[in-house]
């Protein structure tokens, strides 16, 4: 079988399979999963057929609750039908979730997992909304990157239809369903061969129709209810065997290993971790590095999490194991602990050889999980009571749950190109960096992965894209702390953020901002020339919004500063990085004109043009901060306890004790009036002359 790579996110992976097993979606959008839908429904509109020669014919409801009842009704009319779901969304399902597994119909929720709003509204990666279901009787299975994405959602659909067991297809919120991957495609030829087309005609034939008519959804009393609920049993008894099977197949079709349970590490590992989804990538990484030291440790994958399999489990488990952790990415407030944990505590409480088990929480709201926290859980093992019900990567200082963060570490494989851009809420440089990816994963050797972390403001706030680049696979699920390179994309950022944190020793930063060398003495802030001056770093600056003017683009600066990110890394020579950006330029830009087309092609060449190199004066190691770079303000505690380091991207180190008396998600009213960014590239001055006094420019100004 030729190989097919291609560069795309998780829900694309996601809904390039489940397109091939689908006659019927029934939707309602949701973030983060809303993609999904959208590509669907996007390839059903251009004649895409699935296995079965047929568009899928996609129906849009008026909730979730209704994607899910059209999902049910549609199942019993013999249509293998999907959805596309998450948090409150799932939540909304669940009534029909219950009937559609009771009646053993083989349909297939995909859920980018996210948070389930309790104090706040969060649309973030957790798992609180799948974990709300593993009582519904649909069987759980959990992939953890894109790659994962592409060869498990087939399985999903794969083992409901053998099975009759309906199937919640789950991966991360965000990190992994909007993380971009060079993953490589499973061809619909492949999947043509292991669907089992006799379930197929079988489901099919137990549809009600009105030529063979029968009574289902009955009212039933005590006398049958409880012997005919069990009478189900022998089907979830052969999942766990149905689906290993088909990760046998898939795995001899790709040569990447698949289990219910898959184990790394070492053979007679002594302390292992327990986790799932994106969070295993981490984990993998840091078992990795504690190995090349001599330390005997391993870490299981969970796949299928409903049924949960002992067998299986056993299956992978060393025998050699003295102590377990168990992370869950979600809380259960008031539960011994939480669900995995629960589970594999369950598992052993019949074996004579009983390990220390532990659990911690992590990553909650997608809190960002980093290999020292992880180091931390694992030397949390070694010591003789280890903390138990334990979390990381938060410093909680009125319960004390948390662990202590271990020193920072990198464990991406070597070699590989870590930046980070700093960008402003629609000025291209999310599309753009996504670009780069393509261009980098489709038209190279590399490995790439973008990832883009927004703030809540979307257009206008602040995005952070963190890329990396290299020439193995990279599984590393964090955002970028240590980088090559750094590109500011707005010049009001240098006052607000601490930019070059994390940026590398002879590290590259790249500032867009209308100074002139002269002017950066004056303009920049002192702690960042010093670092500069510090740490050998290569500064470059260009006025990108000027380029973009100047070609008729307005503030749409991505093409320009892609042309410069392109120039300084030098992942590929620059003059392929134009060709493709061009390439890039006539496929997106097309359809509009060739007007449009020629005004992005000049600012590909004006900005190797204007791109300036600056000479670091020497006494920027010895800059002194001046008063009016921290100004001191009168504000309300709360601006100054937190909103002000949250606003400075600071909110991750607070501790738990901030919040206390806050517990039930009260803010502060009027916190707006403190906030004055001063991302503005050009500020409108009120034309006198002009003026009609119609007081519109009241609410179009800002």
């Known amino acids: 079988m030729v190989k097919k790579i291609k560069t795309m996110d998780g829900n694309e992976a996601a ?28 390839w059903s509109a251009q004649g895409k057929k699935n296995l079965f020669g047929q568009q899928v014919r996609v129906t849009e409801m008026q909730s979730e609750a209704g994607a899910s009842g059209t999902v049910h009704g549609s199942l019993q009319g013999g249509a293998l039908t999907t959805t596309y779901t998450a948090s409150q969304g799932l939540l909304l399902m669940i009534p029909n979730m219950y009937k559609i597994s009771g009646e053993f119909l083989p349909g297939v929720f995909h859920v980018s997992a996210r948070v389930v709003a309790t104090h706040a509204l969060s649309i973030f990666g957790e798992h609180s909304d799948v974990m709300a279901t593993r009582q519904t009787g649909f069987a759980i299975l959990a992939s953890s990157s894109v790659q994962e994405v592409m060869d498990l959602a087939g399985i999903a659909h794969l083992s409901a239809i053998k099975s009759r067991i309906p199937f919640l297809h789950f ?20 999947f043509d061969q292991l669907l089992d087309y006799e379930a197929v005609k079988e489901f099919r034939n137990r549809s009600l129709n009105p030529d063979r008519p029968v009574l ?45 349970f898959t184990y790394h590490g070492a053979n007679d590992a002594e302390h292992i971790t327990v986790a799932m989804a994106s969070g295993c990538n981490v984990v993998e990484e840091v078992v990795d590095y504690l190995l090349n030291k001599g330390e005997k440790v391993g870490m299981i994958k969970v796949h299928l999490y409903r049924p949960f399999s002992a067998k299986y489990f056993f299956n992978v488990f060393p025998e050699t194991v003295k102590k377990i952790t168990v992370l869950d990415r979600t809380k259960e407030p008031g539960s011994l602990g939480e669900p995995l944990y629960e589970d594999v505590k369950t598992l052993f409480y019949d074996q004579e050889k009983q390990p220390v088990i532990i659990g911690g929480r992590y990553g909650l709201g997608q809190k960002d999980v980093r290999p020292s926290q992880i180091l931390s859980v694992f030397n949390n093992l070694k010591i003789d009571n280890p903390k138990n019900h334990f979390t990381i990567g938060i410093v909680d200082d009125l319960t004390d749950t948390s662990l202590p963060e271990e020193d920072i570490v990198d464990t991406s494989p070597a070699g590989t190109i870590s930046c980070r851009l700093w960008g402003l809420g629609s000025d291209g440089t999310v599309g753009a960096n996504k670009m780069a990816i393509k261009i980098i994963g489709d038209k190279t050797d590399l490995y790439a992965q973008g990832y883009f972390s927004y703030d809540s403001k979307k257009s206008g ?29 707005n010049k009001s950022y ?36 010093r670092f500069i001056a510090d740490q050998n770093i290569d500064l470059y600056i260009i006025d990108a919004v000027s380029v973009a003017r100047e070609v008729g683009l307005n503030n749409r600066i991505n093409m320009v500063m892609q042309t410069v990110f392109f ?3 030098d992942v590929i020579p620059v003059d392929d990085a134009v060709k493709y950006l061009k390439e890039f330029i006539d496929k997106t830009y097309g359809k509009k004109g060739q007007k449009i087309v020629d005004m992005n092609y000049q600012a590909v060449d004006k900005a190797l043009e204007k791109l300036v190199r600056i000479d670091v004066p020497e006494h920027w190691k010895n800059a002194e901060d001046k008063e009016e770079d921290y100004p001191v303000k009168d504000e309300p505690e709360f601006m100054t306890r937190i909103k002000r380091p949250a606003a400075r991207r600071e909110g991750d180190e607070l501790p738990v004790s901030v919040f206390k008396g806050m517990e039930d998600g009260t803010f502060p009213l009027g916190t707006t009036a403190y906030e004055k960014r001063g991302i503005a590239v050009m500020v409108p001055q009120w034309q006198t002359e002009n003026c009609i006094q119609c007081n519109q420019c009241s609410y179009i100004c800002p």
Not at 480 to 486: H, L, M, P, Q
Not at 495 to 511: A, P, S
């Open 494 to 529: 240098v006052y607000h953020y601490d930019l070059l944190t994390g940026l590398k020793e002879n590290g590259t930063f790249v500032l867009n901002c209308p100074w002139s060398p002269e002017e950066l003495d004056e303009k920049l802030p002192a702690s960042i020339k």
């Open 567 to 569: 120039k300084l890394t």
């Open 461 to 489: 706030g602040t995005t952070i894209s963190h890329l990396r680049f290299g020439d193995k696979p990279i599984k590393s699920s964090y955002l970028v702390y240590d980088a090559d390179y750094v590109a500011c994309h």
């Open 216 to 260: 289902r959804g009955t009212a039933q009393n005590p006398d049958l209810y409880f012997q005919q609920r069990e009478s189900g049993n022998r089907f979830y008894e052969k999942v766990p065997d149905i689906v290993a099977e088909y990760m046998k197949k898939i795995s001899e079709t790709t040569g990447r290993e698949y289990k219910p």
């Open 171 to 190: 991966f991360d919120g965000f990190r992994t369903s909007h993380e971009i991957n060079k993953v490589e495609v499973i061809d619909y030829d492949v």
């Open 15 to 42: 809904a390039y399979v489940s397109y091939a097993f689908t006659d019927v979606a029934a939707i309602y959008p949701i973030t983060p999963s809303s993609p999904m839908a959208e590509m669907v429904d996007l």
